[in-house]
């Protein structure tokens, strides 16, 4: 068990340019969440895979925003077209379904994108 | 849809001081209840959780935490500060049903030696 990593760990960037960020979570974990975290904020739910399958997404998640899990290992999140209003800490957190919902949530150190 | 509000954003304690931090949750079903804590430039670790067994849940580093139902609340403490527990703490429910996970604001611990 390694953990659950994200790549890179900051990025900076112009507004207006596309960033993709990546995550690797735990290897038996089937599930894998995206969240956002502003200054002062707890963390926000963007979206979550189980295995390969993208599930859900918040509201949050604008046109903008694409995220991926093409074979249920790893996932990118890609921004578009990156406004001010984007910079924020990125976190990946990785689980395992079990049947009953008692699972917890391992997060990676984040991603943190400013946008300038 | 379930949430918590996490009461006083900064706390400050003595070093060997009682620890309080405080999270009242709304939720339509029985939740499951989590304390993460986050270090600077640091991900999430979780400190312990409410999964509807005992109501008094003890977690890592020496912090516990009560499920009150009648108060809606899920409070955490630590009967000693150590310096070393300086460091943002975050509550988050879920729900049997829901996929994503409701964070609070955050508490910022600051330890006074």
């Known amino acids: 068990d390694t953990g659950v990593s994200q790549n890179p760990r900051h990025k900076i960037t112009k507004r207006g340019q596309n960033v993709t960020f990546r995550c690797d979570p735990i290897s038996e974990h089937n599930r894998l969440y995206w969240y956002r975290q502003t200054l002062g904020q707890g963390p926000e739910f963007l979206t979550y895979f189980q295995n390969e399958a993208q599930l859900e997404k918040s509201r949050l998640l604008s046109d903008r925003f694409s995220a991926e899990r093409p074979k249920g290992s790893f996932s990118t999140l890609e921004i578009q077209r990156t406004e001010q209003g984007d910079s924020a800490m990125y976190l990946c957190a990785s689980s395992l379904r079990v049947e009953v919902p008692e699972y917890e949530q391992y997060f990676g150190p984040g991603t943190r994108l400013t946008v300038t | 849809a379930q949430s918590v509000t996490q009461l006083g954003s900064h706390v400050s304690v003595s070093e060997g001081a009682l620890v309080l931090l405080r999270c009242n949750y709304s939720?339509?079903?029985?939740?499951?209840l989590f304390w993460y804590v986050q270090y600077p430039n640091q991900g999430l670790q979780l400190l312990l959780k409410?999964?509807?067994?005992?109501?008094l849940v003890k977690g890592i580093n020496g912090f516990e935490a009560e499920f009150k139902k009648s108060e809606t609340s899920f409070h955490l403490t630590k009967p000693s500060a150590h310096m070393s527990d300086a460091a943002e703490y975050f509550c988050a429910v879920s729900e049997w049903g829901n996929n994503d996970m409701r964070f609070g604001a955050g508490t910022r611990l600051t330890v006074k030696p």
């Open positions: 939720s339509s079903v029985p939740p499951y």
């Open positions: 409410y999964t509807s067994a005992a109501t």
